[in-house]
C-alpha cells in the first residue's frame, strides 16, 4: 500500500480522503493533528468561533460530503438544537446556522468519510494531539517527526489550516493582533474599543465585544441594542481604508460552482502559450465574468462591457459609496430578505463570486504586473462582495449604529499604529489625525505568510520548497517597481524582474516547488497561509475540495507535472 500522510485535520482531510477513495487504489492513509479536536477546522472550532458567530454559507453552498447539512440537521437531538437556539421544524437549504454548530457537523462528516474509507479497504490512521515538528525529504519517503516520535511516508499532504501569529499581543495590554480566539474578547470594556478592518472578520469581534456589553432585543420588528450598566461608555469605532461594509448574502442561482468554475485548463494552456508565458489576467476576466454576464444580465453587461477591470471595480465602489455604508447595509438586509423570497439572483454579485474562485488557480500564471493589477484592484472589490454578511449579523450592526455604539470611518492607507504603553493605544488615521484606545483589535483578517514562519522546519532550510517569485512581463516595468518597492521585488538578471509575493512556490496540483524549480512528488502544499501568494482566493470549503481534486488526480495520474504544467516561474529562477 503507498503510505500518505495528511497533516491536518480539518476540512481538508476530509474532502483529501474523500476524493481518495474515488481515485486511489486502497492505501494507508495517516492524519495528523496537533489539537485533540478533529474534523471542523479553524473557523468553525472554539479556536475561531464562539456561540454567537454565524456561518455565511448555507446547505446548498457546501461541496458534496457523505450527508448534506439540512439532512443531519434534522436528525439533531433538541437538546442539541436547544443549545445553539434552533430547532428542526424550519430547516432551509438556505438558512445559515451558528459556526459552532457546523464545526460539530463537519465533526461527524471527517468521521463518516473516515468510516467509509476503511470500509472500502483503506487504513486510515488519526493521530491527535500530535504537532509535526520537521519535515525531511530523500529520494523515497517523506519523514516526518514530532517531538519524540518518527514516522516515514511515500509522500506528505500538508493542511495545517489558518495561523493567527501574536506578536504585539504579548507586549501590550488591550493590543490584539487578531479576534481569535474570540473568548479573549469576551470582557467587559467602559470605554471605546478600536476595530481595524471591515470584513468578517470584524463582523466577529464585533458580534463578541457586543454580547458581552449589552444586549439585541427585538422592538417593533427590529433588533435594538441596549448597553449594560456597567458599560455605559463602550462603543466600537470601525476603521478601513475602503470605507465599505461586507455585502450581504443573497439568493444565488448557482450557490455552489465546484470544479465547473474552473476554465478548461487546455484553454488555459493555449493562452499560455500565446502570450510569451502568461496567462492574460484580461483573458480570465472577459471569459469568467463578462461572456456568462452576457447571457444572464444583458442590460449590465451592455453598461460595462467596455470598461477595463480597474473601472469596473471604480464604476462598483462608486455605486456602493453613493449612499452611508450603513444606510447602504439597511437596503441591502431588505434586498437580501427579497431575493431569497423570490429566488431571483443578482447575477454580477454571483459571476464575481466565481471570477474569484475561477481566477485563484490559474493566478500563479499572470505577469507580475497582472499580479499587482489583481492585488491593488479585483481583490479588494472581490473581498467585500464574495464576504456575504449574513442578514443576522447585518442586523446586528445596525442594532448596533442605531444605538450610537458603532461607527466606521474610512482611512487612509498609510494609517498605522503606534503602541505607546499598557492601556495607551495610538491609532494614526492619517498623516496627523491620530485616536487614543485603550484596547484595539486588529481585524484584518488571515494574514499572508512568509515562507520562514512555516510551523512545520526542514523545507526552506534544505532547499525542498522555495518562495513563491512571479516574473515580470517587462523589465522596464520591474525596474520601475523595484524602485518603488525594493523589498518586494527582485532582479535576477537584467531581463529577469520578479514579483516576490507570500508562500511556498507551487505547482497547478499544488506540489512544492524545490529551490531548482522542480515539482515534487512527494510533497503537496495546501496550508491556507502558505499558498497565498499564488491562489489569492485560498480559504472557505470550496478552496479545499477544489485543492483536493487537483492533489489526489495528480497522486492518481503519477505523472511528473514538469512536462503537463507551462509556468513563468517553474524553472527561470532556479536557486532564488
Known amino acids: 500500500m503507498k503510505q500518505i500522510a495528511i497533516v491536518g485535520a480539518g476540512p481538508s482531510a476530509t474532502f483529501l480522503v474523500q476524493q481518495m477513495q474515488k ?97 472500502n479497504g483503506f487504513e486510515v490512521t488519526i493521530i491527535s494531539d500530535a504537532k509535526i515538528a520537521t519535515i525531511a525529504i530523500d529520494q523515497q519517503d517523506v519523514i516526518l517527526s514530532t517531538e519524540n516520535r518518527t514516522f516515514t511516508f511515500d509522500l506528505a499532504i500538508l493542511c495545517t489550516g489558518h495561523v ?19 473568548s479573549k474578547l469576551a470582557r467587559t470594556a467602559n470605554h471605546p474599543v478600536c476595530i481595524r478592518g471591515s470584513s468578517l472578520t470584524a463582523v466577529d469581534a464585533i458580534a463578541t465585544l457586543a454580547k458581552n456589553n449589552g444586549n439585541f432585543s427585538h422592538e417593533a420588528g427590529r433588533l435594538k441594542f441596549t448597553l449594560n450598566e456597567e458599560s455605559p461608555n463602550f462603543s466600537l469605532h470601525m476603521y478601513s481604508k475602503s470605507g465599505l461594509l461586507p455585502v450581504v448574502r443573497v439568493y444565488m442561482e ?41 447571457e444572464k444580465d444583458r442590460e449590465l453587461f451592455d453598461a460595462i462591457k467596455d470598461l477595463t477591470i480597474e473601472e469596473f471595480v471604480e464604476h462598483v465602489i462608486k455605486l456602493r459609496t453613493q449612499k452611508p455604508p450603513f444606510e447602504l447595509l439597511r437596503s441591502e438586509c431588505i434586498e437580501s430578505v427579497q431575493t431569497f423570497k423570490n429566488k431571483t439572483p443578482i447575477h454580477w454579485k454571483e459571476l464575481l463570486a466565481g471570477l474569484s474562485v475561477t481566477m485563484s488557480y490559474p493566478a500563479k500564471h499572470f505577469s507580475a504586473e497582472d499580479r499587482i493589477r489583481l492585488q491593488n484592484n479585483l481583490m479588494p472589490l472581490i473581498g467585500v462582495v464574495i464576504a456575504l454578511m449574513p442578514t443576522s449579523s447585518a442586523e446586528q450592526l445596525l442594532a448596533l449604529h442605531d444605538a450610537g455604539v458603532l461607527t466606521l470611518t474610512a482611512v487612509s492607507d498609510d494609517a498605522k499604529v503606534h503602541t505607546v504603553g499598557d492601556e495607551k493605544i495610538v491609532f494614526e488615521l492619517q498623516p496627523g489625525v491620530q485616536q487614543q484606545y485603550k484596547m484595539f483589535v486588529d481585524c ?129 529562477h532556479d536557486g532564488q
Open 254 to 294: 448557482e450557490p455552489y460552482a465546484g470544479i465547473t468554475a474552473l476554465l478548461d485548463p487546455k484553454m488555459i494552456q493555449r493562452e499560455i502559450s500565446n502570450n510569451d508565458g502568461f496567462l492574460p489576467i484580461d483573458f480570465v476576466y472577459q471569459t469568467a465574468f463578462l461572456q456568462p454576464l452576457k
Open 444 to 572: 484584518i483578517g488571515q494574514p499572508p505568510m512568509d515562507v520562514t514562519e512555516f510551523s512545520i522546519k526542514g523545507l526552506t532550510e534544505t532547499g525542498a520548497g522555495r518562495q513563491a517569485l512571479i516574473r515580470f512581463k517587462s523589465a522596464e516595468q520591474g525596474r520601475i517597481e523595484q524602485s518603488k518597492h525594493s523589498k518586494n521585488v527582485i532582479m535576477v538578471t537584467e531581463k529577469d524582474y520578479y514579483l516576490v509575493v507570500p508562500g511556498f512556490d507551487i505547482s497547478d496540483h499544488f506540489q512544492l516547488v524545490n529551490k531548482d524549480g522542480q515539482f515534487s512528488e512527494q510533497v503537496y502544499m495546501m496550508s491556507v497561509p502558505f499558498v497565498s501568494g499564488l491562489n489569492p482566493d485560498y480559504s472557505g470549503l470550496d478552496f479545499c475540495d477544489i485543492a483536493s481534486q487537483k492533489i489526489v488526480q495528480h497522486i492518481h495520474n503519477g505523472r511528473d507535472s514538469k512536462a503537463e504544467e507551462v509556468s513563468n516561474r517553474a524553472s527561470s
Open 23 to 119: 481515485k486511489l487504489p486502497r492505501c494507508s492513509i495517516t492524519i495528523f493533528e496537533s489539537s485533540i479536536e478533529t474534523g471542523s477546522g479553524f473557523p468553525y472550532s472554539p479556536k475561531g468561533a464562539q456561540i454567537e458567530h454565524i456561518t455565511n454559507v448555507s446547505s446548498n453552498e457546501i461541496p458534496d460530503l457523505p450527508t448534506k447539512l439540512i439532512e443531519w440537521w434534522r436528525d439533531q437531538s433538541v437538546s442539541k438544537l436547544a443549545k445553539y437556539g434552533m430547532d428542526n421544524a424550519t430547516p432551509s437549504e438556505d438558512t445559515v446556522v451558528p459556526r459552532l454548530f457546523f464545526g460539530e457537523y463537519l465533526q461527524d462528516q471527517f468521521k463518516s468519510v473516515g468510516s467509509s474509507a476503511r470500509a
Open 164 to 182: 493567527f501569529p501574536k506578536n504585539l499581543e504579548t507586549k501590550f495590554s488591550g493590543y490584539f493582533d487578531s479576534p481569535y480566539p474570540p
